[in-house]
C-alpha cells in the first residue's frame, strides 16, 4: 500500500503550529505565575506592612488587587503581541497600538484616580497609555506610534475622569465589571493576532524571559501601590 509522500510546506505548518500552541500554553502559565507570586508578595506585605496603616483595608486594599490584575493583563498583552510582531499588518498594528494605548492608559488612569483624584490619575494614565501604546504600536511603523500615544492621551484621562465621577456613585460595584470588560478586549486582539498569524509562515519571535517579564511587572505593580498610598491626594479622593 503506497503512501503518499509528505510536503515540505505540510511539515513546516505542522511545526508552526505546534510551535504556536506551545507558546500560547507559556504565555497562560507565565501570566498565570506572575499573578499568583505577585499576590504572595502583596500578602506577604499586607501581613507585615500595610494592615498596620490606619484605613489602608478601607481605601486600599482592592484597588491594590484590582492594579495587579491589571497590570499581569497588560503585561501579558504586550508579551503575546510581541512575539507575532512580523506576521501582522499594518492595518492590524495600528488596531495593537490603539487597543493597548487606550486599555493600558484606561486601567491605569482609573485606579489611580479612584485613590488619589483627577490630577494623578489622568498623568499616570497618560504616562503609561502613550509609553504602552507607542511601544506596541511601532511595529507598523509611525502611524502605529502615532494611533497609540493618541489612544494613550485619551484613554488616561478618560479612565481617571470616570473614576473620579464615580466615587460617590456605586464605584465598587463599577470597578469589576470595568475591568473585566478591559481584560476581554485584550484577550480579543490577542485572538486577531493570532488568528492573523496562523496564516502567515512568519516564525513566532519569544519577546523576553519569565524573570524578565515577572520583574518588569512587579516593578510597575511597585510603582502603581506607591502611588496610590504616598503620591498626590485631590480634594475628592
Not at 508578595?41 to 491594590?64: N, R
Request: glycine letters at 12%; aromatic letters at 14%.
Amino acid at each position: 500500500m503506497e503512501t503518499s509522500p509528505v510536503s515540505t510546506e505540510e511539515v513546516k505548518g505542522d511545526l508552526l503550529k505546534k510551535q504556536e500552541k506551545l507558546f500560547e500554553e507559556q504565555v497562560m502559565e507565565t501570566a498565570g505565575l506572575t499573578f499568583i507570586a505577585l499576590l504572595a508578595l502583596f500578602g506577604i506585605s499586607y501581613k507585615y506592612y500595610f494592615a498596620q496603616m490606619p484605613d489602608f483595608t478601607e481605601k486600599y486594599v482592592w484597588y491594590v488587587l484590582y492594579g495587579i490584575l491589571a497590570v499581569v493583563a497588560n503585561a501579558t498583552a504586550v508579551y503575546h503581541l510581541k512575539a507575532y510582531r512580523n506576521a501582522v499588518t499594518c492595518m492590524t498594528g495600528m488596531m495593537i497600538g490603539m487597543t493597548i494605548g487606550m486599555i493600558s492608559g484606561l486601567t491605569f488612569g482609573y485606579l489611580i484616580g479612584a485613590t488619589n483624584g483627577m490630577f494623578m490619575g489622568s498623568f499616570v494614565g497618560v504616562l503609561m497609555g502613550v509609553s504602552t501604546g507607542a511601544w506596541a504600536g511601532k511595529c507598523c511603523g509611525i502611524m502605529g506610534v502615532m494611533e497609540g500615544a493618541m489612544a494613550g492621551l485619551m484613554g488616561g484621562t478618560m479612565g481617571a475622569m470616570t473614576s473620579v465621577m464615580l466615587i460617590f456613585d456605586h464605584i465598587n460595584l463599577f470597578t469589576p465589571f470595568f475591568i473585566l470588560v478591559c481584560i476581554a478586549i485584550l484577550a480579543g486582539l490577542g485572538y486577531l493576532v493570532y488568528h492573523e498569524h496562523k496564516e502567515s509562515e512568519e516564525r513566532i519571535i519569544k519577546p523576553y524571559s519569565f524573570f524578565l517579564f515577572f520583574v518588569m511587572s512587579l516593578m510597575v505593580t511597585t510603582a502603581t501601590v506607591f502611588i496610590m498610598i504616598y503620591g498626590p491626594k485631590g480634594g475628592i479622593a
